[in-house]
């Protein structure tokens, strides 16, 4: 308790809690502190414990402090009920049945002779578990997302059909037991879960969709039939052929002592079994067959429900007035862009004053280019004074005078040619 009470172990505002409950026109501020403190109590409790509903003995019981229990309680349950805290379990359920209204609405359409009458109930003992509001809608909570994970037994197209094994497994989150079967009843009464039985089975429907009419009709109870056939054709033929197997083993064991006319007799057996096995398999698929066409009819029905939702939001959103509007449209929009295109021309200023300045200047611009390309710089920067000596040298070279010359060589080799 010290981890869900600060003050539990201070004497003395313990023992002023522990009190009886004064009249509220004496100090309002302290009356009220008092019943949110223990209310606020119960509450950390039951979260804490997964306690769904209390009841005057147990809350006693889990408050003792040095042998001693609150003599207010009695008080705090009954404000609790008033201030939708807390709810008679009984009164709880019949709320969630009544058109899916809250606790608080419930009581608020009931009037206020009823809520005294509650009240007058409550001193007398004749409620005796309390329903804790937000602890319960927590645990709730808590098992339709463990629902939301299992596997179901069939998936229908606003629902699923869950098995009483599952609904278990899913509840065995909370870890208290009366809390598991009350979350069980809350479900049942807010129609979130409808029970029902069939071939000495319980199912539970699931239901996902607000606006699914939340019963249990000829088609859930046509889809569990086809189903739970079909598990017990594979169960029957899974025993068949444990014993197909077991004659076969028992034959080959007969061959090996040489028992040839009983190891023939149970080869018998086997291919009856064989023979046996195969027509249920034959069975199987064809309920499976059929089961996969319902399941593909639910499949048609919600495409096309699918389908007629889009064709009448186009027909909301479409209309034939619409071309017209959009040729208009695209035609205003096309003379405007034009418009604007001769206003941007004629706002802009052009300067052909200097263009023959300009044209001169790319003229000379462009020689000199031609020049930088025909006599390129054979210096090199950096490089050794003999070699840059020699280039220049190169450079100042007039290769002129060299064309009779190399011609005066030519015709002397010719001319020693004839003569040998």
């Known amino acids: 308790m010290d981890a869900l009470c600060a003050e539990w172990e201070d004497d003395q505002r313990m023992n002023a809690l522990f009190a009886p409950v004064r009249s509220k026109q004496v100090n309002p501020e302290s009356w009220q ?11 950390k409790w039951c979260d804490a414990n997964e306690v769904a509903m209390v009841d005057l003995s147990l809350l006693k019981k889990i408050f003792t402090r040095n042998g001693k229990s ?3 309680l009695e008080d705090v349950l009954q404000e609790g009920v008033k201030s939708g805290d807390l709810a008679p379990s009984d009164a709880f359920l019949q709320s969630l049945s009544s058109a899916h209204q809250t606790w608080g609405a419930w009581m608020v359409g009931l009037g206020t002779g009823a809520i005294k009458k509650v ?3 409550l001193l007398g003992y004749s409620a005796s578990n309390f329903t804790v509001i937000k602890t319960t809608n927590k645990l709730r909570a808590k098992v339709e997302k463990e629902l939301s994970l299992h596997e179901n037994y069939i998936s229908c197209r606003h629902s699923v ?3 009483e094994e599952q609904i278990n497994a899913a509840l065995g989150i909370v870890n208290h037991d009366g809390s598991r079967n009350y979350i069980l009843q809350v479900l049942l009464a807010d129609k979130k879960l409808i029970q029902f039985t069939t071939d000495n089975r319980t199912f539970y429907k699931l239901t996902t969709d607000k606006n699914t009419k939340k019963e249990f009709d000829e088609i859930d109870r046509g889809l569990i039939r086809l189903k739970t056939s079909i598990e017990h054709l594979e169960l029957r033929s899974k025993q068949i052929e444990e014993r197909h197997n077991k004659e076969t083993s028992e034959v080959k064991r007969l061959m090996k002592e040489g028992k040839r006319t009983s190891a023939k007799a149970c080869l018998r057996k086997a291919k009856r079994f064989e023979a046996q096995n195969s027509k249920v ?3 199987v698929l064809g309920l499976e067959t059929l089961f996969d066409e319902l399941m593909s009819a639910e499949s048609n029905n919600m495409l096309l429900d699918t389908y007629q939702t889009g064709l009448q939001t186009l027909k909301t959103m479409v209309n034939p007035d619409m071309l017209e509007k ?3 449209t695209m035609s205003e929009l096309v ?7 001769e206003i941007a021309d004629g706002l802009t200023i052009k300067d052909d004053s200097r263009d023959e300045e300009l044209d001169k200047e790319l003229e000379m611009l462009a020689k000199e280019s031609d020049e930088n390309i025909k006599t390129p710089s054979t210096k090199i920067e950096g490089g050794d004074p003999l070699i840059q000596n020699a280039l220049n040298q190169l450079d100042d070279l007039n290769l002129d005078d060299l064309d009779p010359l190399i011609a005066t060589q030519a015709t002397d080799a010719k001319n020693k040619v004839h003569a040998s």
């Open 70 to 72: 609150p003599h207010c």
């Open 161 to 163: 059909i869950l098995t």
């Open 326 to 328: 959009a040729d208009n």
């Open 281 to 283: 398999l034959e069975q």
């Open 335 to 341: 003379e405007l862009i034009d418009l604007n295109n």
């Open 33 to 43: 502190s008092k019943i949110n403190f223990w209310l606020n109590l119960i509450e």
């Open 119 to 121: 009240g007058s109930n």
